[in-house]
C-alpha cells in the first residue's frame, strides 16, 4: 500500500460496523498544558491562579420534627412488660405484670412504697436499734458509774414478807424468757448479718438465723398470753395516783438519798407496767399480722405493720434493758421479789411503805377474829 492510499485509510474513519472511538482532545499552543479551548460561561473577572476561594457563609441547622416511633407492643396488643418497666422506672411508679395464677399480688415486681421500705429495713431500723440499745446500755453504764448499787439504807432486817405469790412469778418468768429470746432473735435478723455472719461464718449463720425464727414465730404465742395475764392481774395496782407525781418529782430515790413513799408499784413501775403492757400489745399485734401475710393487709399495710413492729421492738428493748438492771444490778434487794417472793423488811418498808402498811393492816384483820374469840387476859 502506498503512502497515499494511507492516508486516504487513515482520513475515512473506521470501517462499517467497528467500535466508535472518542475523538482527540485538541492541544492548546502551550506546551505540556492540557487546557481546552472552550467559551468562558461567566462574566466575573478569573482568579489568579493559586488564590483561595471565598468562604461561603455556614447557615444555622434547621431544626426538624422528631418523627414519634410507635411503641412497641406485645403479644396481646398491649406494651410489653420491658417496655412497662422501663417507663414506670423512669417515673418512679408501680412496675407489674402478668401472671396466670388467680393470686394478683404477684404481678406487682415493683413499687416506690417498697423502695422506701427497703430503706427503713436496711438503713433507718439499724440507727433506731443502735441509738436505743447501745444508747440505753450507755446510760445505765454511766449511771452505775456515778451513782453506783442503791443499798438499804437501814441495812438487812433478817425478815422478810411476800411480795409476789407463786402464780405471779411464773407469769413473770415465762414472759420474760419469751421476751429475750424474741428479742435476741429479732437483733439478729436487723443486725446478724452485719456482725455475727463474719465471726461465725454463713453456714452456722443460716442455721442460726433458721432456729431463731422459728423460736421468734412461736414464742410470740406464750409472750403474748403473757401480757394478757399482767394486765389482768396487776392492771389495778398500776393505775396512777396523786403519790406518782411526789415520786417522781424526788427522783424516785435514784437522785439523792430520799425514799418517797409509794405503794405496791410506783411510778417507775407503773411506767414500765404500761410500756410492757401496751407497747408489747402492739408489737405482738403487728408480728401477728407479719406472721400470717396478707390475711387482713395488702402490701402497704404489711410494710408499715413491719416498721411500726421493728421501731416499737427497739424502744422496747432498752426499756427492758432498764428494768432488768434496776431488779438485778442497779439495787440491793430488788431481784428477790420475782426469786424467791419475798423480799426484805427494811427493804420494803424503804422503796413501798404504804403497801407494807396496807400488808400489816390486812394481816391483823386476818388474825382479829380469833384475837376476839381468846378470853379476856389471855395472851
Known amino acids: ?49 493559586g488564590t483561595p476561594a471565598p468562604a461561603i457563609p455556614a447557615q444555622p441547622p ?26 414506670n422506672a423512669l417515673k418512679g411508679g408501680r412496675i407489674a405484670g402478668r401472671v396466670s395464677i388467680p393470686d394478683e399480688k404477684a404481678a406487682t415486681l415493683v413499687q416506690p412504697e417498697g423502695r422506701d421500705w427497703r430503706a427503713f429495713r436496711n438503713d433507718t431500723l439499724h440507727w433506731v ?41 411464773m407469769n413473770h418468768w415465762m414472759t420474760a424468757s419469751s421476751f429475750i429470746v424474741l428479742a435476741l432473735s429479732g437483733l439478729n435478723l436487723t443486725f446478724g448479718r452485719s456482725l455475727i ?14 432456729w431463731g425464727k422459728i423460736a421468734h414465730n412461736f414464742l410470740a404465742f406464750p409472750f403474748t398470753v403473757g401480757l394478757l395475764v399482767m394486765l389482768l392481774i396487776w392492771a389495778r395496782d398500776n393505775l396512777p395516783n396523786k403519790l406518782d407525781w411526789v415520786w417522781l418529782k424526788n427522783g424516785g430515790g435514784f437522785i439523792g438519798g430520799a425514799h418517797p413513799q409509794a405503794g405496791r408499784f410506783n411510778a417507775g413501775q407503773k411506767g414500765i407496767f404500761w410500756i410492757t403492757v401496751l407497747g408489747g400489745g402492739v408489737v405482738a399485734v403487728s408480728g401477728f399480722l407479719l ?61 413501798h411503805g404504804l403497801w407494807v402498811d ?20 389471855a395472851d
Open 129 to 169: 436499734g443502735a441509738i436505743a440499745v447501745l444508747g440505753m446500755l450507755a446510760l445505765l453504764a454511766l449511771f452505775f458509774l456515778v451513782r453506783g448499787r442503791i443499798r438499804i439504807h437501814n441495812g438487812w432486817s433478817g425478815r422478810t414478807m411476800v411480795r409476789f405469790n407463786f402464780f405471779e412469778r
Open 1 to 49: 500500500m502506498t503512502q497515499q492510499e494511507q492516508q486516504k485509510t487513515d482520513s475515512a474513519g473506521p470501517p462499517p460496523g467497528a467500535p466508535e472511538v472518542q475523538g482527540r482532545v485538541p492541544e492548546g499552543t502551550a506546551a505540556g498544558t492540557n487546557e481546552q479551548k472552550q467559551a468562558p460561561t461567566t462574566t466575573a473577572p478569573a482568579q489568579p491562579t
Open 62 to 87: 434547621q431544626p426538624v420534627q422528631p418523627v414519634p416511633a410507635p411503641a412497641p407492643m406485645g403479644d396481646r396488643g398491649t406494651l410489653p412488660a420491658a417496655e412497662l418497666e422501663l417507663q
Open 358 to 377: 396496807d400488808e400489816l393492816k390486812r394481816a391483823h384483820e386476818a388474825v382479829q377474829p380469833e384475837a376476839a374469840a381468846r378470853p379476856a387476859g
Open 291 to 351: 406472721m400470717f401475710p396478707f390475711f387482713l393487709l395488702d402490701i402497704a399495710g404489711q410494710q408499715w405493720g413491719h416498721m411500726v413492729h421493728g421501731t416499737l421492738s427497739m424502744l422496747l428493748i432498752a426499756v427492758m434493758l432498764a428494768h432488768i438492771y434496776i431488779g438485778s444490778l442497779g439495787m440491793e434487794g430488788g431481784f428477790s421479789a420475782m426469786g424467791s417472793g419475798r423480799v426484805d423488811y427494811n427493804w420494803a418498808r424503804e422503796h
Open 197 to 210: 455472719r463474719p465471726l461465725i461464718g454463713p453456714e452456722a449463720f443460716t442455721a442460726l438465723a433458721d
